[in-house]
């Protein structure tokens, strides 16, 4: 019998949050690039939620349909990745009102960041104020984010995203190695001791 130190670590669970809702949005690209990247691991297992699939919860209500619909989603992940646009130097309003429908679905699970914006700071400001509403949670944010400032500008003639994918990719590189090192502490730290007990 396998000794616990030469056990396989099961992956990692990570739900992938498409925030963008508006007509014309750039997030499909965005989301599409980068779940190409976290899919190759064999640490972690993605879920896709695309906030434009589905019609906000409109109350923390258990009988609330759509978030009777998502809360078994966020509540079996172990971590988060937001794709987010930068509006108007913060969050896009229907991820506000999704990210506040919910409440221990986030706790004590890491969350990290991928924005973009049509400014040279784009995205950054969005993360910002990503950081200090997961920390009303009790989430953990990750320090590294994948951001594309000037976003029209990370696409090639073709139409390709992105169209220099080096830099891209050892940031997201980074960021999931980050996210899925808190997840797993997490995960271990919560197996001895419920968060909040």
Do not use: C
Request: a negative charge.
């Amino acid at each position: 019998m396998d000794s616990p130190v030469n056990s396989p670590v099961p992956p990692v669970k990570v739900v992938v949050v498409v925030a963008s809702v508006r007509a014309g949005r750039l997030a499909p690209d965005v989301a599409g690039w980068f779940t190409s990247v976290a899919g190759v691991r064999d640490d972690l297992v993605l879920d896709v939620v695309d906030v434009a699939d589905h019609e906000l919860p409109g109350s923390l209500d258990a009988s609330d349909p759509v978030a009777a619909a998502l809360r078994p989603r966020l509540s079996a992940a172990e971590a988060f990745v937001l794709i987010a646009p930068e509006y108007n130097r913060s969050v896009p309003g229907p991820l506000k009102t999704l990210i506040d429908s919910f409440q221990a679905e986030w706790e004590a699970k890491p969350v990290g960041f991928v924005s973009y914006g049509l400014s040279l700071a784009g995205g950054v400001r969005a993360v910002e104020h990503l950081r200090q509403i997961f920390a009303e949670f009790h989430a953990v944010g990750m320090k590294d984010a994948v951001l594309f400032p000037r976003i029209l500008e990370h696409y090639d003639a073709q139409g390709r995203f992105p169209a220099e994918p080096e830099g891209a990719e050892a940031a997201a590189k980074l960021l999931l190695d980050q996210l899925l090192w808190w997840a797993r502490a997490l995960r271990d730290a919560k197996s001895v001791r419920p968060y909040g007990s």
